[in-house]
């Protein structure tokens, strides 16, 4: 597992410019049902709002919903891919979004753990995705060799809880899995609480995990933050409509933006680079226009 992580790592260096990769984000949980996937779309959409060219790979490999809350039905995923009756290319989708997305392959149990052989050819296929900027990879929630080997190959891996006892009890679980299985030296393992009601209630979650990951365990975890309990959040996921853009300023978006800006360690800003240039140019124009 740890040589395909390897493998995975290489392929992403991005052709052309040795001193550029492509950024891996794993996001994962302990157990499903505490927001992965919805935090997952919501980060793409927040870095594809700096400039930066996305995609969001559903890594889930059993029950996969990425296209389900974005209100896509793809004609290909990555059922097709593993069975190499397509190619990366062919299951790549442009979204109305700004994104790009890979579908899982929902309903297919038995490709859940694939064979050394699915595994090296899908990492092999993975060349095709190099020129993003950065690659945000929903894995399937709890542990199976196919999330090990996102999360080791990832240049951050983010746990996703929730306050509830039992998810706390099932990301310290993970957690323990993942110090087991992959070098720690090489483990960039961060935590977001997800559905708090309050900053005080999620700083204390992240807490009680960081504390006895690192006094059991000696992993280092960062905390992230936290994004709040919001009823925004469920209407957009009803609509299959991001909450990013369902409601911009809601408290969950700005939670999402201060995350993203806390992994970039910059001030967040949307509309840079060439989407920014051309907002200033045209406003420039307007006024001269005017005058």
Same mark, same amino acid.
């Given at each position: 597992?740890?040589?395909?992580?390897?493998?995975?790592?290489?392929?992403?260096?991005?052709?052309?410019?040795?001193?550029?990769? !492509?950024?891996?984000?794993?996001?994962?949980?302990?157990?499903? /049902? $505490?927001?992965? !996937?919805?935090?997952?779309?919501? =980060?793409?959409?927040?870095?594809?709002?700096?400039?930066?060219k996305v995609i969001v790979l559903d890594?889930? =490999? /059993?029950?996969?919903?990425?296209? $389900?809350?974005? %209100?896509?039905?793809?004609?290909y995923n990555l059922y097709h891919l593993i069975r190499k009756q397509k190619k990366m290319k062919d299951i790549l989708l442009d979204t109305e979004y700004g994104i790009q997305i890979i579908a899982g392959a929902s309903g297919f149990s038995k490709i859940a753990n694939l064979s050394d052989d699915e595994r090296n050819s899908f990492?092999?296929?993975?060349? &095709?995705?190099?020129?993003?900027? $950065?690659?945000i990879?929903?894995? /399937?929630? %709890?542990?199976?060799?196919? @999330? =090990?080997?996102?999360?080791?190959?990832?240049?951050?891996?983010?746990?996703? !809880?929730?306050? &509830?006892? !039992?998810a706390i009890t099932d990301a310290y679980g993970i957690i323990k899995v993942i110090a087991t299985e992959v070098d720690k030296s &090489?483990? %960039?393992?961060? =935590?977001?609480?997800n559905r708090v009601k309050t900053v005080t209630e999620g700083k204390k979650v992240a807490e009680r995990v960081i504390n006895i990951a690192q006094q059991f365990l000696n992993v280092k975890i960062d905390y992230l933050g936290y994004v709040y309990d919001d009823p925004v959040v469920g209407d957009s996921v009803a609509r299959q409509k991001p909450f990013l853009l369902h409601d911009p300023k809601c408290k969950a978006s700005?939670?999402?933006?201060?995350?993203? #800006?806390?992994?970039e360690k910059v001030e967040y800003k949307e509309g840079s680079g060439l #989407?920014?240039?051309? @907002?200033?140019?045209f406003k420039r124009t307007e006024k001269e226009e005017v005058r």
């Open positions: 597992m740890i040589d395909q992580a390897e493998q995975l790592r290489k392929i992403m260096q991005k052709k052309g410019n040795s001193n550029v990769n !492509t950024r891996i984000i794993a996001v994962s949980s302990g157990k499903g /049902g $505490v927001g992965k !996937t919805n935090i997952s779309i919501n =980060l793409a959409l927040a870095y594809a709002a700096l400039g930066k890594a889930d =490999l /059993g029950l996969a919903n990425v296209n $389900v809350i974005l %209100g896509i039905i793809p004609k990492v092999s296929e993975m060349s &095709e995705l190099s020129a993003a900027d $950065v690659i990879v929903d894995t /399937g929630a %709890g542990i199976s060799n196919n @999330v =090990l080997s996102f999360i080791a190959a990832a240049d951050d891996a983010i746990i996703v !809880t929730t306050p &509830e006892p !039992t &090489e483990l %960039g393992l961060k =935590l977001i609480v700005a939670c999402i933006r201060q995350i993203v #800006s806390r992994l #989407s920014n240039f051309l @907002v200033k140019l």
